[in-house]
Nanobody, 124 residues
Framework: QVQLVESGGGLVQAGGSLRLSCAAS????????MGWFRQAPGKEREFVAT????????YYPDSVKGRFTISRDNAKNTVYLQMNSLKPEDTAVYYC?????????????????WGQGTQVTVSS
């Protein structure tokens, strides 16, 4: 069992930056593939970023590529999402997720554990 707790969300102006953190419980964190997803009101959950167990492989959709960076610190059981050049359309609840598969995963159905989410609001 893995428990995930996100933090770092908030209100920021367009063009600004935020860094989300996701702290994981459990001794097997380093074996999990990790991901970030987001969901805006009235929209489906959207894939944002994924990272493999070692941190050497990442993947992003075009909507955030070049602006967002996912990273992990296995010694701290934490995964991060650095978000730069934020846009109003980035406004959503952001969720951290863990998958038993250790590689990169961009389908939300591949993830076994989810955090409670953290709100990110970008004002224009």
């Amino acid at each position: 069992q893995v428990q995930l707790v996100e933090s770092g969300g908030g209100l920021v102006q367009a063009g600004g930056s935020l860094r989300l953190s996701c702290a994981a419980s459990g001794r097997t964190f380093s074996s999990y593939g990790m991901g970030w997803f987001r969901q805006a009101p009235g929209k489906e959950r959207e894939f944002v970023a994924t990272i493999n167990w070692s941190g050497f492989s990442t993947y992003y959709p075009d909507s955030v590529k070049g602006r967002f960076t996912i990273s992990r610190d296995n010694a701290k059981n934490t995964v991060y999402l650095q978000m730069n050049s934020l846009k109003p359309e980035d406004t959503a609840v952001y969720y951290c997720a863990a998958a038993k598969y250790s590689g990169i995963n961009y389908y939300y159905t591949a993830y076994n554990y989810w955090g409670q989410g953290t709100q990110v609001t970008v004002s224009s």
